[in-house]
T-cell receptor
Framework: KNQVEQSPQSLIILEGKNCTLQCNYTVSPFSNLRWYKQDTGRGPVSLTI?????NTKSNGRYTATLDADTKQSSLHITASQLSDSASYICVVSQNYGGSQGNLIFGKGTKLSVKP | EAQVTQNPRYLITVTGKKLTVTCSQN?????MSWYRQDPGLGLRQIYY???????DKGDVPEGYKVSRKEKRNFPLILESPSPNQTSLYFCASSFAGGGGRGSPLHFGNGTRLTVT
């Protein structure tokens, strides 16, 4: 069964600290993996997209890694800020060939950054 | 400004009263889709459209209808809403197939629907 599992479910850290969120998937065939940030009451916003051949990608203080062999990804947040408080959603695209793809969503990790 | 616009943001209705949630995008995206988000369940796809006049069911299509008569608009229709359709709904769009070619999804800001 195609699944995307995220851990932890929730996380509280102090402002300025680093943190790492995990995403394990069992999706085949694999096309790409995405991380989205969702502020409370808003739509998700894309942070990174990684294909099979990419094992790391950065977007400011956000760095995503991908290990396609173990089917694991992580999102590392450096020097956290209060505005990082949000849910982070891992999404894996299943490759149907051509331009089509089926997206499998994780349930997200809720991050709270405290002052 | 490139965006996906949903209306209304909040909607309270009664069981059985037909309603439509509108979604419009100004990025000339071929792909559009609808999701519902419920606590503990994450985002689940309701319907999607690969292009004008091409729609298909997602994971939870029961009780919903969609249409894609124009490229920019993708309304979600609830013919006879029921309380189990109370949820937060998101419309999204992208180039290509939403998953293929690594094209990111652009989401609207959501519609919070309450059916009593």
């Amino acid at each position: 069964k195609n699944q995307v599992e995220q851990s932890p479910q929730s996380l509280i850290i102090l402002e300025g600290k680093n943190c790492t969120l995990q995403c394990n998937y069992t999706v085949s065939p694999f096309s790409n993996l995405r991380w989205y940030k969702q502020d409370t009451g808003r739509g998700p916003v894309s942070l990174t997209i990684m294909t099979f051949s990419e094992n790391t990608k950065s977007n400011g203080r956000y760095t995503a890694t991908l290990d396609a062999d173990t089917k694991q990804s992580s999102l590392h947040i450096t020097a956290s800020q209060l505005s990082d408080s949000a849910s982070y959603i891992c999404v894996v695209s299943q490759n149907y060939g051509g331009s089509q793809g089926n997206l499998i969503f994780g349930k997200g990790t809720k991050l709270s950054v405290k002052p | 400004e490139a965006q996906v616009t949903q209306n209304p943001r909040y909607l309270i209705t009664v069981t059985g009263k037909k309603l439509t949630v509108t979604c419009s995008q100004n990025m000339n995206h071929e792909y559009m889709s609808w999701y519902r988000q419920d606590p503990g369940l994450g985002l689940r796809q309701i319907y999607y459209s690969m292009n004008v006049e091409v729609t298909d069911k997602g994971d939870v299509p029961e009780g919903y209808k969609v249409s894609r008569k124009e490229k920019r608009n993708f309304p979600l229709i609830l013919e006879s809403p029921s309380p189990n359709q109370t949820s937060l709904y998101f419309c999204a769009s992208s180039f290509a197939g939403g998953g293929g070619r690594g094209s990111p999804l652009h989401f609207g800001n959501g519609t919070r629907l309450t059916v009593t």
